[in-house]
């Protein structure tokens, strides 16, 4: 129970600093971003998030999807090693995922609706997929093609 434990704090880890990195990222794509941004007040982030370029989101996008894949490969990885499968947690750490980006999006940095659609949609298929690429051909309910 706490390797699994250690495997979805591992995982989740990894995924935030994919996010991390993304966002750093999409701050390039903005004209304007404020110097020193993580000691703005929350009325210089809600003017930040609201005159944003579309491509800083998109690149946020981009980063969630790869920290959701990211997430559901590490995890299965990691959990494989000491059980089968490991679906179940990679569905767990999208999950965890999505309400860290809700609860951001709520608590600190609002942007647009359909970046909060997008991140609720985008984690759980993503961290799936990183499950599927990471047990590989090997799992027994993959059929092996001759």
Do not use: C
């Not at 704090?9 to 991390?20: H, M, Q």
């Not at 920290?67 to 679906?87: E, I, N």
Request: proline share 5%; hydrophobic share 55%; net charge positive.
């Amino acid at each position: 129970m706490g390797r699994k434990f250690l495997a979805v704090i591992t995982a989740l880890i990894t995924s935030l600093a994919v996010i991390w990195l993304g966002w750093m990222i999409s701050t390039l794509a903005a004209p304007t971003t404020p110097s020193q941004m993580e000691h703005a007040s929350q009325a210089d982030l809600n003017h930040y998030a609201n005159t944003a370029p579309t491509m800083t989101y998109a690149i946020a996008l981009i980063s969630y999807a790869i920290a959701g894949f990211a997430g559901g490969f590490v995890v299965t990885k990691m959990a494989s090693r000491w059980s089968s499968g490991g679906y179940s947690l990679s569905l767990l750490v999208g999950a965890l995922l999505t309400a860290w980006a809700v609860g951001s999006y709520f608590l600190r940095f609002a942007g647009p609706v359909w970046f909060l659609i997008g991140a609720v949609v985008i984690f759980i298929p993503f961290a799936a997929f990183g499950h599927r690429l990471a047990e590989g051909r090997a799992h027994p309910h993959i059929p092996e093609t001759s």
